[in-house]
């Protein structure tokens, strides 16, 4: 999704873009540009290459400012062409970058072109630029500020002018942008991780904020144009950091990091309260009785594994629900709810606008699970549980999906516990079981050499089907979601009892079918349905607890995963379809961490 970095600094400007904009790289983008003041002019270079294109290129033309914007875009509105690359001028005065989406652009368009205005690109973040342009009377602060007014939609921008060398003026309203201070600049972001390599200290904007970097002054006001002191945090270096090391990708070397990520995640529990901010008072959620779960993705799945916790811990009627859906349908009621926005980055666009529906429909008790402590969504909410998965680069999501199903099990144990449903000698099973998660987590890490031997088998194919049951059907929604991200084959998850439903139509010996199978009450189920498919022909890869009793066989093949794990199950079989969908993806060379058309960070609707 599009990345912004801008600032104004003591020296040239461009090496800090540039490092920002390799830091945004993988949130997904199409193209690239940074622009600078240089000599009285504004100067910019744009590629639909990747950011070390736009490094050399940036060489080249002899980039060198002490005042720059930059942008990672991934196309919205107008196709990846260098036109529409961002950033996007307005004569040669106004140069803007933008993230967010402008739902009124048309009618906009139309009234500047009626004033005279031309357009070089089909993008919505033109208008901007040439609102501002048109505002434009010596001062870029009013000049943005009356501009902006005229926008509906969302948008984080950052804007400069020739004619004020020494300044940048960012504003957002439904995209996250962040204020950076170091001791060479000011700079703003989309969010701090662009920023680690140039400043220490950071100021998250608020909806409606404009901030005005004059110089190394900030000034921040708010949507009233009122000036306002916005709280200041220091900038945390994730251990699980950043550095590829000796991994091939992120994705794998975030698939390995799992053990210490959800060992991480578990020590910042003290006595079993994962509700860390604002704790709730002891009983707080002892009414509670129906849970409503926000998510996009594979956080929507997590959400939808942890249904079958919340009902068994915690006895309360669960749902899952696709942001991008619940917002627009009718809320009905149930009183006594705990709404959970589930959510890797904290700023993905329909979960951050679910939450605001269902507060604005009366629930109040909101708790966000997050991997990013300052995100929107923690900002939003009532409580928030922090994950600590460290930062995570693949757009595929893995050691984020499986801490927050850590911590959807704890808050399943919390309101079990405290509806007296979970007893404390449970408790303290469950605790064990989650201590001892790590561990189980590298043992399942080790049957990589057997995983590649699958996916030597899989990588030709061009379709897969998924089966699990119970809270493993969301485990195979989510190992076919690896697979088509990263992999491009068409994958599709289904709960195994479905099977005679449809989806057995598509089985032959073409269409591989990989099994979650768990030694849970369902097992014998899942051996009728494992059946049906052989049956047919198909082509059986099964993942198998050790005490299941399943063996390979014609047309069977198996891998054994240690003896099975009680309800966190889950946890441990989606690592194996995690190593799965890499490998198969390794060998048809795929970009995997940055897979086509697809962004990390989802802020636009
Ligand atoms: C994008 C990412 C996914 C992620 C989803 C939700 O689609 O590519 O990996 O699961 O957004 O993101 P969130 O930050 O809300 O978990």
């Given at each position: 999704?599009?990345?912004?970095?801008?600032?104004?600094?003591?020296?040239?400007?461009?090496?800090?873009?540039?490092?920002?904009?390799?830091?945004?790289?993988?949130?997904?983008?199409?193209?690239?540009?940074?622009?600078?003041?240089?000599?009285?002019?504004?100067?910019?270079?744009?590629?639909?290459?990747?950011?070390?294109?736009?490094?050399?290129?940036?060489?080249?033309?002899?980039?060198?400012?002490?005042?720059?914007?930059?942008?990672?875009?991934?196309?919205?509105?107008?196709?990846?062409?260098?036109?529409?690359?961002?950033?996007?001028?307005?004569?040669?005065?106004?140069?803007?970058v933008h993230n967010g989406i402008i739902e009124n652009h048309e009618a906009l368009r139309q009234s500047l072109t009626e004033k005279g205005y031309e357009f070089n690109s089909q993008t919505d973040t033109e208008v901007i630029a040439h609102l501002v342009h048109e505002h434009?009377?010596?001062?870029?602060?009013?000049?943005?500020?009356?501009?902006?007014?005229?926008?509906?939609?969302?948008?984080?921008?950052?804007?400069?002018?020739?004619?004020?060398?020494?300044?940048?003026?960012?504003?957002?309203?439904?995209?996250?942008?962040v204020v950076g201070i170091g001791k060479d600049g000011v700079f703003l972001a989309s969010d701090t991780f662009a920023l680690a390599g140039c400043a220490s200290r950071f100021i998250y904007l608020e909806e409606g904020d404009l901030v005005d970097i004059n110089g190394l002054d900030v000034q921040i006001c708010d949507a009233q144009g009122q000036a306002v002191a916005r709280r200041e945090i220091a900038f945390v270096q994730h251990a699980l950091g950043t550095e590829l090391g000796a991994y091939r990708h992120f994705m794998q070397k975030e698939i390995f990091e799992q053990p210490v990520a959800v060992a991480r995640t578990l020590a910042t529990i003290v006595d079993l309260d994962p509700l860390q901010v604002g704790m709730p008072r002891e009983g707080e959620l002892a009414d509670v009785s129906n849970l409503l779960m926000l998510g996009c993705g594979t956080?929507?799945?997590?959400?939808?594994?942890?249904?079958?916790?919340?009902?068994?811990?915690?006895?309360?009627?669960?749902?899952?629900?696709?942001s991008s859906e619940y917002r627009y349908r009718?809320?009905?009621?149930?009183?006594?709810?705990?709404?959970?926005?589930?959510?890797?980055?904290?700023?993905?666009?329909?979960?951050?606008?679910?939450?605001?529906?269902?507060?604005?429909?009366?629930?109040?008790?909101?708790?966000?699970?997050?991997?990013?402590?300052?995100?929107?969504?923690?900002?939003?909410?009532?409580?928030?549980?922090?994950?600590?998965?460290?930062?995570?680069?693949?757009?595929?999501?893995?050691?984020a999906f499986t801490t927050q199903l850590v911590a959807l099990f704890l808050l399943a144990i919390v309101i079990g516990r405290q509806r007296g449903r979970v007893s404390q000698s449970e408790a303290v099973v469950y605790m064990r079981q989650l201590a001892a998660l790590p561990d189980?987590?590298?043992?399942?890490?080790?049957?990589?050499?057997?995983?590649?031997?699958?996916?030597?088998?899989?990588?030709?194919?061009?379709?897969?089907?998924?089966?699990?049951?119970?809270t493993h059907y969301p485990i195979a929604l989510?190992?076919?979601?690896?697979?088509?991200?990263?992999?491009?084959?068409?994958?599709?998850?289904?709960?195994?009892?479905?099977?005679?439903?449809?989806?057995?139509?598509?089985?032959?010996?073409?269409?591989?079918?990989?099994?979650?199978?768990?030694?849970?009450?369902?097992?014998?189920?899942?051996?009728?349905?494992?059946?049906?498919?052989?049956?047919?022909?198909?082509?059986?890869?099964?993942?198998?607890?050790?005490?299941t009793g399943l063996k390979s066989g014609p047309g069977v093949r198996l891998i054994r995963l240690p003896a099975w794990f009680g309800p966190l199950s889950p946890v441990l079989h989606v690592v194996a379809l995690q190593l799965l969908a890499y490998h198969v993806a390794c060998l048809r060379g795929t970009d995997i961490d940055k897979p086509r058309n697809l962004a990390k960070s989802v802020t636009v609707e």
């Amino acid at each position: 999704m599009c990345g912004i970095v801008a600032g104004v600094s003591r020296r040239n400007i461009i090496p800090s873009l540039l490092e920002g904009l390799k830091r945004l790289e993988y949130r997904g983008y199409d193209s690239c540009g940074v622009a600078v003041l240089q000599r009285g002019e504004a100067r910019r270079v744009r590629t639909l290459s990747r950011v070390c294109a736009l490094e050399a290129d940036a060489r080249a033309a002899e980039l060198d400012g002490l005042t720059g914007v930059a942008h990672t875009r991934w196309a919205t509105h107008g196709m990846p062409v260098i036109d529409n690359a961002h950033p996007i001028f307005s004569g040669e005065q106004i140069a803007v970058v933008h993230n967010g989406i402008i739902e009124n652009h048309e009618a906009l368009r139309q009234s500047l072109t009626e004033k005279g205005y031309e357009f070089n690109s089909q993008t919505d973040t033109e208008v901007i630029a040439h609102l501002v342009h048109e505002h434009y009377c010596g001062d870029i602060l009013a000049a943005v500020r009356n501009a902006t007014r005229l926008l509906q939609g969302a948008y984080a921008i950052a804007v400069m002018c020739r004619d004020e060398p020494n300044r940048v003026i960012g504003a957002r309203q439904g995209s996250p942008l962040v204020v950076g201070i170091g001791k060479d600049g000011v700079f703003l972001a989309s969010d701090t991780f662009a920023l680690a390599g140039c400043a220490s200290r950071f100021i998250y904007l608020e909806e409606g904020d404009l901030v005005d970097i004059n110089g190394l002054d900030v000034q921040i006001c708010d949507a009233q144009g009122q000036a306002v002191a916005r709280r200041e945090i220091a900038f945390v270096q994730h251990a699980l950091g950043t550095e590829l090391g000796a991994y091939r990708h992120f994705m794998q070397k975030e698939i390995f990091e799992q053990p210490v990520a959800v060992a991480r995640t578990l020590a910042t529990i003290v006595d079993l309260d994962p509700l860390q901010v604002g704790m709730p008072r002891e009983g707080e959620l002892a009414d509670v009785s129906n849970l409503l779960m926000l998510g996009c993705g594979t956080s929507y799945y997590a959400a939808l594994t942890a249904c079958g916790w919340f009902e068994r811990f915690a006895n309360v009627a669960a749902r899952a629900e696709i942001s991008s859906e619940y917002r627009y349908r009718e809320h009905v009621s149930q009183g006594n709810t705990l709404v959970v926005a589930v959510s890797q980055s904290g700023e993905t666009a329909d979960t951050l606008a679910a939450l605001r529906y269902a507060q604005s429909m009366g629930e109040e008790r909101t708790v966000a699970i997050c991997n990013v402590a300052a995100s929107a969504m923690v900002r939003q909410s009532r409580w928030a549980f922090i994950t600590e998965a460290g930062a995570e680069v693949g757009v595929a999501s893995t050691k984020a999906f499986t801490t927050q199903l850590v911590a959807l099990f704890l808050l399943a144990i919390v309101i079990g516990r405290q509806r007296g449903r979970v007893s404390q000698s449970e408790a303290v099973v469950y605790m064990r079981q989650l201590a001892a998660l790590p561990d189980a987590l590298r043992n399942v890490l080790a049957r990589e050499p057997e995983i590649m031997a699958w996916a030597e088998e899989l990588y030709q194919k061009e379709h897969a089907l998924f089966l699990g049951r119970g809270t493993h059907y969301p485990i195979a929604l989510e190992g076919a979601l690896k697979l088509k991200e990263i992999s491009y084959i068409h994958a599709e998850g289904y709960p195994a009892g479905e099977l005679k439903h449809g989806p057995l139509a598509l089985v032959t010996d073409a269409m591989p079918v990989i099994v979650t199978a768990p030694n849970d009450v369902l097992l014998h189920k899942l051996k009728s349905n494992m059946e049906e498919v052989r049956a047919r022909g198909g082509r059986l890869f099964v993942l198998a607890d050790s005490d299941t009793g399943l063996k390979s066989g014609p047309g069977v093949r198996l891998i054994r995963l240690p003896a099975w794990f009680g309800p966190l199950s889950p946890v441990l079989h989606v690592v194996a379809l995690q190593l799965l969908a890499y490998h198969v993806a390794c060998l048809r060379g795929t970009d995997i961490d940055k897979p086509r058309n697809l962004a990390k960070s989802v802020t636009v609707e």
